[in-house]
């Protein structure tokens, strides 16, 4: 009769690392038991055949003792297992392993166990007891073991190696039909497609399996243009991208990346020649790598600046000197804001001959070899001194011949409002006009009363006009106009 036990404190794992860390010198393992109190005993059970066995198969020992009066035997199988055996019977054993067995922790394929057993005789209160123990060692089955998924491209070599244990021959299926004895084969994939790779080991105590995903994708190819093999600063290269079977690009400008789009574009921020790489991938797999035999440069851009002064010339209104601040620049272009441009000064001296804000532009250039330039444009609003003036003439001839003497026409710039009234020398107010076109008089008296009807007789008239200037400054002018006929 057999019982067995299963002590609680003990687990699989932690037994077989406290027995492999003694390195077989497991006596203290063992109750001893030498009492003779009934007379000398002796016990012993041996492995039925060898004393080496594979994992989960059946360990069977036979009891050779030769005290052939034992009431019980006690058996550790040094497991955790424990057999109390009351007759002279063999007694099996099965050496299995949890399912958290760290079987590849360690690179021994074996593990090793000393059985313990003590055979007891008794004689009234004495007893007889005598202990002893043999050694077993207990091969382990393999374990497969693949990485994650994984990704290849077509016509790319792939080496595959798994991270098992204890494996002595292997059988890996690639999943696109064909298959490898080699522990660390290579295979080569010949169209797209997601494959399920096996890996089947095996030793003389069992086999196991494993899988793993491979997805097998067409590989890219990298190819641009560079349309603009020169550049500015602060400007894209016009790249055109001529890659294949790619969805991921990384783009280097003398190795510093610049973009990952499919069309790049970025601002050259140092001048320079450099080469421009391009990486493509697709899927983060599949990479190629080319780049271009002419090189990028880039040219510094100028830079366009300029201030401006008015009013310095206390004889002269309206005139305005711009100083030019531009750097990096060897010639310049100029658009005052009145129509007037100017590309020969650097510093331009300008008389305004009308009132108003002006934007002015400047544009400054840089100019490189092979008749290649960069520039720059700044654009500033400028209000020069105020223009403001008024007069009238002091004679008509209406009947002349000549177009320009036939009327009397005021004149003036830099007026918002005005009123100018003519009267004859009885008192009556022959003409008036109210009416500017930019800040100028808009109409003329042509010697007739309102401008109707026929000539007034020749003599002196006179005016008075109400000016009120775009300054504001307001001012009254008279003086007379003589119609000569």
């Given at each position: 009769?057999?019982?067995?036990?299963?002590?609680?404190?003990y687990?699989?794992?932690?037994?077989?690392?406290?027995?492999l860390?003694?390195?077989?010198?497991?006596?203290?393992?063992?109750?001893?038991?030498?009492?003779?109190?009934?007379?000398k005993?002796s016990?012993t059970?041996s492995?039925?055949?060898?004393?080496?066995f594979c994992?989960?198969?059946?360990?069977?020992?036979?009891?050779?003792?030769?005290?052939r009066?034992?009431e019980?035997?006690?058996?550790d199988?040094?497991?955790?297992?424990?057999?109390?055996?009351?007759?002279?019977?063999?007694i099996?054993?099965?050496?299995?392993?949890?399912?958290?067995?760290?079987?590849?922790?360690?690179?021994?394929?074996?593990?090793?166990?000393?059985?313990?057993?003590?055979?007891?005789?008794?004689?009234?209160?004495?007893?007889?007891?005598?202990?002893?123990?043999?050694?077993?060692?207990?091969f382990?089955?393999?374990?497969?073991?693949l990485?994650?998924?994984?990704?290849?491209?077509i016509?790319k070599?792939?080496?595959f190696?798994?991270?098992?244990?204890?494996?002595?021959?292997?059988?890996?299926?690639f999943?696109?039909?064909?298959?490898?004895t080699?522990?660390?084969?290579?295979?080569?994939?010949?169209?797209?497609?997601?494959?399920?790779?096996?890996?089947?080991?095996?030793?003389?105590?069992?086999?196991?399996?494993?899988?793993?995903?491979?997805?097998?994708?067409?590989?890219?190819?990298?190819?641009?243009?560079?349309?603009?093999?020169?550049?500015?600063?602060?400007?894209?290269p016009?790249?055109?991208?001529?890659?294949?079977?790619?969805?991921?690009?990384?783009?280097?400008?003398?190795g510093?990346?610049?973009?990952?789009?499919?069309?790049?574009?970025?601002?050259?921020?140092?001048?320079?020649?450099?080469?421009?790489?391009l990486?493509?991938?697709?899927?983060?797999?599949?990479?190629?790598?080319?780049?271009?035999?002419?090189?990028?440069?880039?040219?510094?851009?100028?830079?366009?600046d300029?201030?401006f002064?008015?009013?310095?010339?206390?004889?002269?209104l309206?005139?305005?000197?711009?100083?030019?601040?531009?750097n990096?620049a060897?010639?310049?272009?100029w658009?005052l804001?009145?129509g007037?441009?100017d590309?020969?000064?650097?510093?331009?001296?300008h008389e305004?001959?009308?009132?108003?804000?002006?934007?002015v532009?400047?544009?400054?250039?840089?100019?490189?070899?092979?008749?290649?330039?960069?520039?720059?444009?700044?654009?500033?609003?400028?209000?020069?001194?105020?223009?403001?003036?008024?007069?009238?003439?002091n004679?008509?001839?209406?009947?002349?011949?000549?177009?320009?003497?036939?009327?009397?026409?005021?004149?003036?710039?830099?007026?918002?409002?005005?009123?100018?009234?003519?009267?004859?020398?009885?008192g009556?107010?022959?003409?008036?006009?109210?009416?500017?076109?930019?800040?100028?008089?808009?109409?003329?008296?042509?010697?007739?009363?309102n401008?109707?009807?026929?000539?007034?007789?020749?003599?002196?008239?006179?005016w008075q006009?109400?000016?009120?200037?775009?300054?504001?400054?307001k001012?009254?002018?008279?003086?007379?106009v003589?119609?000569?006929?």
């Open positions: 009769m057999v019982s067995r036990i299963t002590i609680g404190a687990f699989l794992g932690w037994t077989v690392m406290i027995l860390a003694a390195s077989m010198k497991l006596s203290g393992q063992c109750t001893l038991c030498n009492q003779e109190e009934c007379g005993v016990v059970y492995p039925n055949g060898s004393n080496v994992e989960g198969s059946t360990v069977t020992l036979t009891n050779k003792s030769t005290t009066d034992f019980v035997f006690y058996i199988w040094g497991d955790g297992w424990k057999d109390t055996v009351r007759d002279y019977n063999a099996t054993h099965v050496y299995n392993f949890p399912s958290t067995f760290k079987r590849c922790d360690n690179f021994s394929t074996s593990r090793n166990f000393q059985v313990c057993y003590v055979g007891e005789k008794r004689c009234g209160n004495k007893k007889s007891c005598h202990s002893a123990s043999t050694d077993v060692r207990v382990l089955k393999p374990e497969a073991k990485g994650a998924v994984s990704e290849s491209c016509g070599e792939v080496s190696a798994q991270t098992g244990c204890h494996g002595t021959q292997y059988k890996w299926e999943g696109d039909g064909t298959t490898s080699a522990e660390k084969p290579k295979h080569t994939y010949q169209t797209t497609g997601n494959y399920v790779v096996k890996l089947t080991t095996s030793n003389e105590c069992g086999e196991a399996a494993g899988n793993v995903g491979m997805r097998v994708l067409t590989q890219s190819f990298a190819a641009f243009d560079l349309l603009t093999p020169v550049v500015c600063t602060g400007k894209s016009l790249i055109v991208n001529k890659s294949r079977n790619a969805n991921q690009f990384i783009w280097k400008i003398g510093i990346q610049v973009s990952d789009k499919f069309t790049p574009t970025f601002p050259a921020a140092v001048s320079g020649t450099f080469p421009i790489t990486i493509t991938s697709q899927d983060n797999a599949c990479s190629d790598t080319t780049s271009r035999q002419t090189n990028l440069t880039i040219y510094p851009t100028p830079k366009a300029f201030d002064r008015t009013g310095f010339l206390g004889s002269t309206g005139e305005v000197q711009f100083i030019n601040k531009s990096l060897n010639r310049y272009f658009d804001g009145d007037t441009m590309n020969r000064t650097t510093s331009p001296l305004y001959e009308r009132n108003g804000p002006k934007n532009m400047l544009i400054a250039y840089a100019d490189y070899p092979n008749g290649f330039f960069c520039s720059d444009t700044l654009r500033k609003a400028c209000t020069p001194e105020w223009i403001t003036a008024f007069h009238a003439p004679a008509m001839a209406p009947e002349a011949e000549p177009e320009g003497v036939r009327h009397f026409r005021p004149a003036g710039t830099g007026i918002s409002t005005f009123i100018i009234q003519v009267y004859s020398p009885w009556e107010r022959v003409w008036f006009s109210d009416k500017l076109e930019k800040g100028t008089p808009a109409e003329s008296w042509n010697g007739r009363k401008n109707i009807g026929d000539i007034l007789p020749q003599g002196a008239y006179f006009a109400s000016v009120t200037f775009e300054n504001g400054q001012e009254i002018f008279t003086g007379s003589t119609i000569l006929r």
